[in-house]
């Protein structure tokens, strides 16, 4: 599986994606900044999932960039699966150049968002239109609102798994019903026939009605009977043996 894959396969419910919007907004208004997101993978891309609605915010969700070689701050964060904190981009000479300085936003705290099986999910994130360092209480409020949605992305993950296991389960029972109760078949040569009046082989049947796949071997009755040298043959290794 790629290493975005399951992220992509989630599907993030209404009542959850508000929940989030909440959280976005909310860390937004007590940092006192323009712009609080989550940003998700998606195929080869990074895009904004949830974007705080508060005034001076340039990014919008579905808003997305290539993300291997993309220099935003959340790439960094993603690949180096660890916290991220840029006071001024514009005095430092790694990022004055990145692609959000040019939306005016020259500071930033971020931290990625894993799934439960420790593959990235995205980031939660901050960013400002002036410098600044965030304090310590601010690191500590988005980690909590990131174990929050690291909490929910668990549960959702294995809804998704057991969802998957019991649409197996079902293919399985649907599988068996198809095979169950009276198959009638010929005394002599042993076709089946099926609902539409047709007669087919065994193996043909089957294969039609379930996933299963055959393997020929021959029976020690059938070698006695067609091979009986062959059979003489492998009883006595068996007995020397």
Request: with cysteine.
């Amino acid at each position: 599986m790629k290493e975005n894959e399951q992220s992509q396969q989630l599907e993030v419910s209404v009542d959850t994606l508000n929940k989030w919007q909440n959280i976005v907004d909310i860390m937004a208004e007590l940092v006192g900044i323009p712009t609080a997101l989550i940003m998700r993978l998606v195929e080869s891309n990074i895009e904004v999932f949830i974007a705080s609605q508060t005034d001076g915010n340039p990014y919008h969700p579905g808003d997305h960039e290539h993300f291997l070689g993309s220099g935003l701050y959340c790439e960094t964060v993603i690949k180096a699966n660890d916290k991220l904190l840029i006071p001024n981009a514009l005095t430092d000479e790694k990022w004055k150049n990145n692609p959000d300085v040019k939306l005016n936003m020259i500071s930033y705290l971020g931290f990625p968002i894993l799934l439960p099986d420790g593959k990235p999910f995205g980031t939660i994130c901050v960013l400002d239109n002036k410098e600044n360092a965030y304090s310590e209480t601010y690191e500590n409020l988005i980690m909590t609102f990131r174990e929050i949605i690291q909490s929910q992305l668990e549960l959702i993950y294995m809804n998704t798994v057991l969802g998957e296991k019991n649409k197996n389960l079902s293919d399985y029972f649907a599988e068996i019903k198809m095979l169950r109760g009276i198959v009638p078949i010929c005394s002599f040569c042993k076709q089946i026939r099926d609902a539409e009046g047709n007669w087919s082989e065994v193996e043909a049947y089957v294969s039609k009605h379930s996933e299963a796949q055959f393997s020929h071997s021959i029976c020690p009755s059938c070698m006695e009977k067609h091979y009986p040298e062959e059979h003489e043959s492998i009883k006595k290794q068996d007995n020397d043996g």
